[in-house]
């Protein structure tokens, strides 16, 4: 979906930001204050990119209908909550709506395949697509845009139920309709309306018999829903009926996996209250939700799921422990919380093969550039931890390669010096 790409880029903005901070936190140091600055003036610059390309699109469009003004004084130029150029209608005539989809159609409808009906339901103007249908004839069942959505799918997607109800009321197999249409993406309504935490419209496609578990995109509506951190949407499909045991297309992982690994703990707390099964294994790699937490280092779903019992030594198909995943990511205030809590420094492949061996190149994307860069800094706390607990440095890899090896391979000489230094002390001991 792109319908707003100026808010995607709000939104992009403030997840590098949220991320730059946590690895201020989780990497910390000073070999990080460099990349930080850099990461916070990109920042800077890009917001400014941003906000002159805004200020531009709206003198465009303010060149566009000056002409329309004279005849005209009830448009008027607004900037919404997002920040985003928009048009706003104080009090528009029916003439006037008509004339704010016709330019809107021009500048940007044609390029992405919308017609004035689907921009009618976009910006939420149930008078407009009344009048579009009853008088235009306007195509309120089969006219799609470019990513495949018609106009209950925009409707789910923007969360306006009062225009969804009034276009299934129309619909003579709307039952049909709610479950059996999808996106470009393969998205159902109401994974749309999950998606994007619209509670109204969940509850009225459910009403109108939607299927609380049809999947969409290789995901059930809770999945959705947990995965986006939609905390009454999950609420709502759970007294729905939905159930907590459907798994996912990508890896085989239920809605807990999928609050778990992007740490929105008010999710686990009810999906947990709801009987989900806390040591459920993913179908592709047999990871519990304390390891998907572990991966993506989310701290506070760690303590929760421990609190709750989640077995702290649980090792999935590849007999790799949370531990393990949280050495190998570099996920250093999660590793010193599993060690605090009693974790097997030896359970599985040894944790510290997760801290010395190179990072492959599919697990890159759980991290930013400047992470990247700093990753083996935080990896040499991790070794330094274990090592501080008496970690077994004897022991050896598949390939029968002591952890000094595997990280003299690697190119560490930091790393290697503190393991050939601990290791001497247990010599001399």
């Known amino acids: 979906m792109s319908w707003n790409d100026e808010q995607d880029d709000d939104v992009l903005d403030g997840v590098i930001d949220d991320r730059g901070g946590a690895a201020m936190t989780r990497w910390g140091g000073k070999k990080m204050d460099v990349s930080m600055a850099q990461l916070i003036e990109t920042n800077r610059l890009k917001r400014l990119q ?37 048009l706003g209608l104080c009090q528009a005539t029916w003439s006037n709506s008509l004339l704010w989809l016709s330019v809107i159609e021009q500048k940007h409808g044609k390029k992405a395949k ?68 999808t996106n470009s993406a393969g998205l159902t309504m109401l994974c749309l309306a999950s998606r994007f935490g619209h509670e109204r419209m969940i509850a009225l496609l459910i009403e109108k018999g939607a299927n609380v578990d049809a999947k969409g995109a290789g995901a059930t509506p809770l999945i959705w829903a947990a995965r986006r951190g939609h905390t009454k949407a999950v609420t709502l499909l759970l007294a729905k009926g939905a159930s907590i ?7 085989g992982g239920t809605a807990l996996h999928a609050a778990s690994s992007e740490g929105h703990t008010e999710i686990i707390k009810i999906l947990l209250e709801a009987k989900a099964d806390i040591e459920m294994r993913t179908s592709t790699s047999g990871n519990s939700p304390l390891i998907s937490a572990c991966i993506r280092g989310k701290l506070y779903a760690v303590k929760l799921l421990l609190d709750e019992m989640a077995q702290i030594d649980a090792r999935n198909t590849a007999d790799k422990s949370a531990l393990y995943y949280a050495c190998y990511f570099a996920r250093v205030d999660v590793v010193r919380e599993l060690i605090s ?22 697990h890159r994307k759980f991290f930013t550039p400047i992470e990247l860069e700093s990753i083996w800094a935080s990896r040499l706390e991790c070794v330094r931890d274990l090592v501080n607990h008496n970690v077994d440095l004897t022991v050896q890899n598949a390939s029968h390669q002591s952890p000094i090896v595997v990280a003299r391979l690697a190119k560490q000489p930091e790393i290697v010096r503190l393991l050939q230094a601990a290791q001497n002390v247990c010599v001399v001991a």
Do not use: W
């Open 341 to 362: 809590r009693e974790a097997n420094l030896d359970a599985g492949m040894p944790p510290i093969f997760g801290a010395v061996s190179p990072l492959q190149d599919h």
């Open 245 to 251: 045991e459907h798994k996912d297309a990508e890896e």
């Open 114 to 181: 919308r017609t004035r009906l689907l921009l009618a339901c976009k910006h939420g103007r149930l008078d407009v697509c009344k009048r579009l249908i009853k008088e235009h004839k306007a195509n309120y069942t089969s006219a799609l845009d470019a990513d495949g959505n018609s106009a209950l799918m925009i409707c789910a997607y923007f969360g306006h139920h009062k225009i969804a109800q009034y276009l299934i009321g129309k619909q003579q197999q709307a039952k049909t309709i709610i479950n059996t249409c």
């Open 50 to 86: 941003t906000k002159k390309k805004r200020e531009t699109e709206l003198a465009e469009a303010e060149a566009e209908i000056s002409p329309f003004l004279a005849t005209i004084h009830l448009v008027s130029f607004v900037f919404n909550e997002q920040g985003n150029a928009c």
